[in-house]
């Protein structure tokens, strides 16, 4: 039922944040630097909100110890790097004329969106290590 309730609001939270930060930014590229902003950008805050949920997921999916926790962490965030980086050059080959803006609009949202997940990743480690420890029946080690 917490773990429930965790992921609840961390959907909730991460939903909000993208909803904000997408009319944010759209609304700065687009009168601020025009030359940045094009008509699919908000796709680019809903690609990082997906593969933000799917780490979520995968990382709570298991009862992990917290070091394996962070093993699975850092290699998703490896393989989430990896795949955007493989969509970028995929774009930039095709859409040759927008890659530069495209590129800086992605870079930055790859940015904003890796200090969101750290951060709710430091928030939520140790809520989340209490609930495994109480379902495991081990007693929380400090």
Known sequence: MERTRIISRYISAMLL??????LISSVVFYFCFPTFYFP????IP????LFSVLIFYKIDEKNR??????IVFMGLKMLK????IILLIIYCWFQRQSAVELTIAFVINYFIYLGVDIKTWN???PVVDEINNKE???DIVS
């Not at 699919?40 to 796709?43: D, E, L, N, S, T």
């Not at 790097?81 to 955007?84: N, P």
């Open 46 to 49: 809903i690609y990082f909100f």
């Open 123 to 125: 928030v939520s480690r």
């Open 40 to 43: 699919f950008y908000p796709v």
């Open 65 to 70: 110890t917290p070091q394996n926790r962070m």
């Open 17 to 22: 944040f993208t909803i904000l930060w997408s």
């Open 81 to 84: 790097l990896v795949i955007s």
């Open 136 to 138: 495991i029946g081990n």
